[in-house]
């Protein structure tokens, strides 16, 4: 495959409310970042357009990009005239002056109701001039009704939607079948196999690749499209081509950006071609055979053995830990061990088992045989429990038989706090079983979280960081690094609940050296899982 060129669609730099003292807010930065993942160009915001007067930031924005307009392309925020801000025809005709070709709106800022009254002028000025629509969720989206309401208004006119998380997949679906001007990018929407869904059902040119930086690492939203199932010229369309063709022709000039932070890893990941290093996943779900649902309305495309093997295989995975869905999330555990179980006996040299247990569904008797049936006889190394289904903590005495099994016998659990930093359980659980070795999970979820997750790391021995999660937060990967040590952080993807691929991305563009890179993917993973010991123990 020939190198793609990434022309982001969803770009914003700027101080903002919440931000946190590492986290990436300039200009200078974002350019750093796009360079660092290889992309040429992006669509940018100002973060004060929605954060502070939308007027003054626009002006900002264009005077800050001046310098930059082979490259970089501004998105104003749209308000309805009054109380400082033009009426539509002024508006427009400032676009037109500062050559802007695409504008946000938020139907959630400052209660406006999505009605003809109030945006119909504004939305006939645009569509004149065929402006694009950006509407953004990331800031929150506790409903899509407004959404909908304001795409019927803005019907005839080209629309994106950005920022809509994998868990919207049913929601964003039924937009894109009642509104086809309307355009989707992945950057939160990171759903198992959601490009290739979406580009088959709705076509090509309505998917767009989008970064939501600065807050989300850049290299992330590379991953679905350097693996792409897709034919190449759909993924050259998504890379680029659409958002040339939304913003009239406008398209960043020069060639693909190169970094000193180049390595085999990048070259390949440019090529289209499975990593050439060990790549061990120390987190993944699975779903039964021709799953597709997971509960709540989740959709898992193809989240099956057989759907995970085939984006796994193309992207370059050794081995991956398994665990089910039913039993840590939906409480089955028994359905769950079982799917886990099928999966492995398939494909041993591609899966890894988790067993789970639930001590407020099973008996001691029952807990007792699953350790025989998936520890002493399947010898799955990991054990998985997810308390946030349960009135338990992760602490709690009814987990004692499970544990000290896994500490005899040197096995790791996968611990998930849902973003609790409980150093207290982290602790009591160090205490008691001080040979059980803990992947503290999603830390690269948030910038509270991660320091929280370090200082765990530095403290106890037996605990090690994993990295998977959706917000893939912009530099916490370095962070980790630099504060635990390159041998005890690890890599995961939560697949299938989100697509392995973006979590690849993530990681393959930063700015860690190669051997930092290689211990991440799999070395340290396999180090751990060669630590475990079944002396004393008969297989079945």
């Known amino acids: 495959m020939s190198e793609l060129l990434y022309f982001d669609c969803n770009a914003t730099y700027g101080p903002h409310p919440g931000k946190h003292q590492e986290a990436r807010w300039r200009l200078p930065q974002l350019l750093e970042d796009l360079d660092l993942a290889g992309i040429t160009g992006a669509l940018v915001q100002h973060a004060q357009g929605l954060a502070g007067d939308p007027v003054r930031a626009n002006r900002t924005l264009t005077a800050d990009l001046a310098p930059h307009r082979r490259r970089l392309f501004p998105c104003w925020v749209a308000y309805p005239a009054g109380h400082g801000f033009p009426d539509a025809k002024t508006f427009v005709r400032q676009l037109k002056d500062n050559d802007v070709r695409a504008v946000r709106l938020d139907p959630h800022l400052g209660g406006l109701l999505p009605t003809e009254s109030l945006w119909g002028d504004l939305r006939d000025a645009l569509l004149v001039e065929g402006i694009l629509v950006v509407?953004?969720?990331?800031?929150?989206?506790?409903?899509?009704?407004?959404?909908?309401?304001?795409?019927?208004?803005?019907?005839?006119?080209n629309a994106l939607l950005t920022g809509h998380c994998w868990n919207h997949w049913l929601p964003v679906e039924y937009l894109m079948a009642q509104f086809p001007n309307?355009?989707?990018?992945?950057?939160?929407?990171?759903?198992?196999?959601?490009?290739?869904?979406?580009?088959?059902?709705?076509?090509?040119?309505?998917?767009?690749?989008?970064?939501?930086?600065?807050?989300?690492?850049?290299?992330?939203?590379?991953?679905?499209?350097?693996w792409s199932l897709l034919p190449e010229e759909d993924v050259a369309r998504i890379t680029s081509g659409n958002l040339t063709r939304l913003l009239q022709g406008a398209a960043p000039v020069g060639p693909v950006p190169r970094t000193p932070w180049e390595d085999a890893l990048t070259a390949?990941?440019?090529?289209?071609?499975?990593?050439?290093?060990?790549?061990?996943?120390?987190?993944?779900?699975?779903?039964?055979?021709?799953?597709?649902?997971?509960?709540?309305?989740?959709?898992?495309?193809?989240?099956?053995?057989?759907?995970?093997?085939?984006?796994?295989?193309?992207?370059?995975?050794?081995?991956t830990a398994i665990m089910s869905w039913e039993g840590p999330c939906s409480q089955d555990t028994d359905l769950g061990n079982d799917t886990v179980e099928r999966a492995v006996a398939r494909h041993p040299q591609a899966f890894i088992g988790l067993a789970t247990i639930n001590p407020e569904h099973?008996?001691?008797?029952?807990?007792?045989?699953?350790?025989?049936?998936?520890?002493?006889?399947?010898?799955?190394?990991?054990?998985?429990?997810?308390?946030?289904?349960?009135?338990?903590?992760?602490?709690?005495?009814a987990f004692r038989t499970w544990y000290e099994f896994g500490d005899r016998h040197r096995l790791y659990a996968v611990i998930d706090p849902s973003g609790r930093e409980d150093s207290d359980m982290i602790s009591n659980l160090v205490r008691l079983y001080p040979n059980l070795r803990i992947s503290l999970d999603h830390c690269g979820q948030s910038w509270p979280y991660a320091r929280w997750a370090a200082e765990m790391v530095n403290r106890y021995p037996n605990v090690d960081a994993q990295l998977t999660f959706t917000n893939?937060?912009?530099?916490?990967?370095?962070?980790?690094?630099?504060?635990?040590?390159?041998?005890?952080?690890?890599?995961?993807?939560?697949?299938?609940?989100?697509?392995?691929?973006?979590q690849v991305g993530w990681l393959v563009f930063t700015r860690l050296s190669e051997p930092q890179k290689r211990l991440l993917f799999g070395e340290n993973f396999k180090r751990l899982l060669d630590r475990v010991t079944w002396e004393g123990v008969a297989a079945g």
């Open 182 to 226: 309307l355009h989707i990018e992945f950057s939160t929407f990171q759903a198992n196999r959601a490009v290739e869904y979406f580009a088959g059902r709705f076509g090509a040119e309505r998917c767009l690749f989008g970064t939501g930086l600065l807050t989300k690492a850049p290299g992330a939203a590379r991953g679905f499209f350097d």
């Open 472 to 502: 893939v937060t912009n530099g916490v990967i370095e962070y980790l690094v630099d504060r635990c040590g390159a041998d005890r952080v690890m890599f995961g993807t939560d697949t299938p609940m989100r697509d392995p691929r973006p």
């Open 268 to 319: 390949a990941a440019r090529a289209g071609k499975p990593l050439p290093c060990e790549v061990w996943d120390n987190h993944c779900h699975i779903l039964h055979d021709g799953g597709e649902r997971a509960g709540g309305g989740l959709v898992f495309h193809r989240g099956d053995a057989a759907g995970m093997l085939e984006v796994i295989r193309r992207v370059g995975i050794t081995r």
């Open 135 to 157: 509407l953004g969720t990331e800031r929150g989206c506790p409903t899509f009704a407004p959404y909908e309401a304001m795409l019927r208004l803005f019907r005839d006119g």
């Open 362 to 397: 099973q008996s001691e008797a029952e807990i007792a045989a699953v350790i025989q049936k998936y520890h002493v006889q399947l010898r799955f190394p990991g054990l998985k429990t997810l308390t946030s289904g349960q009135n338990l903590n992760y602490d709690d005495p």
